[in-house]
């Protein structure tokens, strides 16, 4: 005779699921990654920093191992697919209408400030990623065509 699986199960294992996905897309880690101090790759794209008036220049090859190491490859493909959040292919092309470089920090820093049509607000915040480490990463997004 099969067993029947209880309400009290089935809820203990959405739970868990929410729980897994939460953290894969960073919600269960308040402390920021520790990040290497590379040098600038001279033909990297330069970012405007966040809050500061200086220009920083990224490096797409170490954005795109921070893209992995800051799970946003845990919600984000790097082509049109949507795992939980939209599909990053051609997003250089579709930030340039909305304020290109500027546009993709803040979609990283300040994650209720752009909220794609079609997506519920629920990106993890990323805010405690250095000026640096989001010059990377917008870098890298660049290079997503």
């Known amino acids: 005779m099969p067993r029947m699986i209880s309400r009290k199960s089935v809820l203990l294992f959405a739970v868990a699921s929410f729980a897994v996905i939460a953290f894969a897309c960073g919600g269960g880690d308040d402390e920021p990654a520790a990040t290497s101090t590379s040098p600038p790759n001279p033909t990297a794209t330069t970012v405007q920093a966040t809050a500061t008036s200086s220009a920083l220049t990224g490096d797409a090859a170490r954005g795109e191992g921070l893209f992995v190491s800051e799970t946003c490859a845990g919600c ?12 990053l292919k051609g997003v250089r092309a579709r930030a340039a209408a909305l304020g290109g470089d500027a546009y ?16 519920n607000p629920i990106m993890s915040d990323f805010s405690f990623l250095d000026d640096q480490t989001v010059a990377d ?9």
Do not use: K
């Not at 082509?79 to 959040?85: A, C, E, H, K, R």
């Not at 990463?137 to 065509?145: E, G, K, Q, S």
């Open 76 to 87: 984000h493909s790097t082509g049109d697919n949507t795992i939980v959040g939209p599909g």
């Open 104 to 119: 993709l920090t803040e979609s990283i820093t300040d994650r209720n400030a752009v909220i794609v049509d079609g997506f």
């Open 137 to 145: 990463l917008v870098a890298y997004l660049n290079t997503l065509n």
